[in-house]
Nanobody, 125 residues
Framework: QVQLVESGGRLVQAGGSLRLSCVAS????????MGWFRQAPGGGREFVAGVDWTGAYVNYADVLNGRFIISRDNAKNTLYLQMNTLEFEDTAVYYC??????????????????WGQGTQVTVSS
């Protein structure tokens, strides 16, 4: 079973950028279709972005309006989320998730089997 560890979250001003990373260990990241989710205070965990096993297919939540980019480097066993033009509403704990099942860029929580512990992103207005 793979272990996933996120990093890169911090306090940032509105309009700024951040890049989150998710490093996989224990099994090659290339075995997994991956996704990013987030959970704001008092809210449920929601889909942000997904990517297939090679990075050729990606999917995003509509609310992002093209501000975020998901990518992966399988040679480094690392998944990324580039977050641009951050807004106060992007404040949340961000989680990476993976699945061995043949579900590419799934948008539902149940599409994923393995989760990281999360990294906090706080955007000041």
């Amino acid at each position: 079973q793979v272990q996933l560890v996120e990093s890169g979250g911090r306090l940032v001003q509105a309009g700024g950028s951040l890049r989150l990373s998710c490093v996989a260990s224990g099994r090659p990241l290339s075995d997994y279709a991956m996704g990013w989710f987030r959970q704001a205070p008092g809210g449920g965990r929601e889909f942000v972005a997904g990517v297939d096993w090679t990075g050729a297919y990606v999917n995003y939540a509509d609310v992002l309006n093209g501000r975020f980019i998901i990518s992966r480097d399988n040679a480094k066993n690392t998944l990324y989320l580039q977050m641009n033009t951050l807004e106060f509403e992007d404040t949340a704990v961000y989680y990476c998730a993976g699945t061995l099942r043949r579900i590419r860029a799934g948008v539902r929580l149940e599409d994923y089997d393995v989760w990281g512990q999360g990294t906090q992103v706080t955007v000041s207005s």
